[in-house]
T-cell receptor, first 113, second 112 residues
Framework: GAGVSQSPSNKVTEKGKDVELRCDPI?????LYWYRQRLGQGLEFLIY????????KSGLPSDRFSAERTGESVSTLTIQRTQQEDSAVYLCASSADRVNEQFFGPGTRLTVL | GNSVTQMEGPVTLSEEAFLTINCTYTATGYPSLFWYVQYPGEGLQLLLKATKADDKGSNKGFEATYRKETTSFHLEKGSVQVSDSAVYFCALVMDSNYQLIWGAGTKLIIKP
């Protein structure tokens, strides 16, 4: 079956513009995660969705960041008024439940000029 | 809080050399431990895991043993290949939480 997919693979934007990143999890996976990976650093947790429960947004760095997920399907991460420090690879992962292995997408490389 | 520390890279070895990548953790409780690998141009994938003390995870010739007494989960391989060149991440998750806590990653370069 298909793995986790993300789009776009690369996004270059100008400072101040909004961007929307998309994640398609593995079918049937109830848990979905967004991470940020800055160059040369480990992964930074952003947000977690589990089924229809309220998401854990504790990792979002500012109110410019938001994410949505419809049921157990696609998720979008939106960054408003992008700043240069938002430049990073944004990774999405899904898992069958919260304690199982997370499967990662290839990421979206965001560059803010 | 919980944290993971792994050796800085890059680590450069010749083919068939013995590999150790150190990973230590700090956790209030008993986490599950993971090694993930990111090959060039590919997404992160689970390499191996261990869920309790003294467990040994193994895959593709790599091994790591969960050592509670030293709070470590070092990654080892007896004979590396060029195809092992990648970035390796150590991570933990607590049973009470779902957030993976990640190390910074170690880049491994294997020269023929």
């Amino acid at each position: 079956g298909a793995g986790v997919s993300q789009s776009p693979s690369n996004k270059v934007t100008e400072k101040g513009k909004d961007v929307e990143l998309r994640c398609d999890p593995i079918s049937g996976h109830t848990a979905l995660y967004w991470y940020r990976q800055r160059l040369g650093q480990g992964l930074e947790f952003l947000i977690y969705f589990q089924g229809n429960s309220a998401p854990d947004k504790s990792g979002l760095p500012s109110d410019r960041f938001s994410a949505e997920r419809t049921g157990e399907s696609v998720s979008t991460l939106t960054i408003q008024r992008t700043q240069q420090e938002d430049s990073a690879v944004y990774l999405c992962a899904s898992s069958a439940d919260r304690v199982n292995e997370q499967f990662f997408g290839p990421g979206t490389r965001l560059t803010v000029l | 809080g919980n944290s993971v520390t792994q050796m800085e890279g890059p680590v450069t070895l010749s083919e068939e050399a013995f590999l150790t990548i150190n990973c230590t953790y700090t956790a209030t409780g008993y986490p599950s431990l993971f090694w993930y690998v990111q090959y060039p141009g590919e997404g992160l994938q689970l390499l191996l895991k261990a869920t309790k003390a003294d467990d040994k995870g193994s895959n593709k010739g790599f091994e790591a043993t969960y050592r509670k007494e030293t709070t470590s989960f070092h990654l080892e391989k007896g004979s590396v290949q060029v195809s092992d060149s990648a970035v390796y991440f150590c991570a933990l998750v607590m049973d009470s939480n779902y957030q993976l806590i990640w190390g910074a990653g170690t880049k491994l370069i294997i020269k023929p």
